[in-house]
């Protein structure tokens, strides 16, 4: 099963402003079909507590050309493209309407839970013989570098932004980051690259400063720092939208 393929359909509450599928839900549909795919070969979740390991995402980054919309079926396809001793990557291919309309490259690493440590991965057989051949069009992801803010500002986690593993989920930076646009401005823009590297887990109750760096205000850079210390970094790449699909569309589907 060198690869794995999940379809899914968009319904109106999980919709954004813009009837347009969100970044924070894609992101977390991409964790949840790695995680499917990693469940097939018998080492998922589930297997690695057994060992104190987990798999961790350290960095992702999605290309969007279009979004799927309210009430329209999407499916999600992923492969593993190689691995190392402590990375392997892992592509998605997203199609709706019988179309490629996004990509997406990710690395993740498996730690030691109780010592915080990465694990050796080059001995795992079950990725050795599941490397796909396939390739994606997507430029690969690239190095994000300390940010220099123009503007900032500091947020408080709370319980609703930690996991199971009780650190600051992968999506909830996501969510964090794109709260510092308005609502017009997503109005007439859509993300058409984003990248996140995760350097250092957050806790809850743990104050942070978001430094956003939006000088180029189509091309934008992002931190999140503590102390003089970067927990996560981010490049947002925005391209001028039509904002297609009104609220009335979906206010009339949730009143159906």
Known sequence: MKEYSHTYFLTAGECDAESRMPMPL?????????????????????????????????RISVEMMEYPHVNEEYAITTWVESYNRHFSERNFVITAGGEEVGYARSVWMVIDTARRTLCDISQLSYISE????RRSPMTPITRLTPVSARRSESYTFGYIDVDSNRHVNSVSYIKLLMNKWSLDFYDRHRIARLEMAYIKECLCGM???????????????????????GYCRARIVFAESEYRAGLNDCNSNNNN
Request: proline fraction near 2%; glycine fraction near 8%.
């Open 26 to 58: 894609i992101v977390s549909r991409l964790i949840e079909v790695a995680t499917e795919h990693a469940n097939a070969w018998g080492v998922g979740y589930s297997r690695l507590k057994e060992s104190g390991q987990a798999w961790v995402l350290s």
């Open 130 to 133: 599941n490397v796909s051949e």
């Open 207 to 229: 104050t942070v400063n978001v430094l956003i760096d939006d000088s180029n205000p189509l091309d934008c850079t992002a931190e999140i720092e503590a102390g003089g210390t």
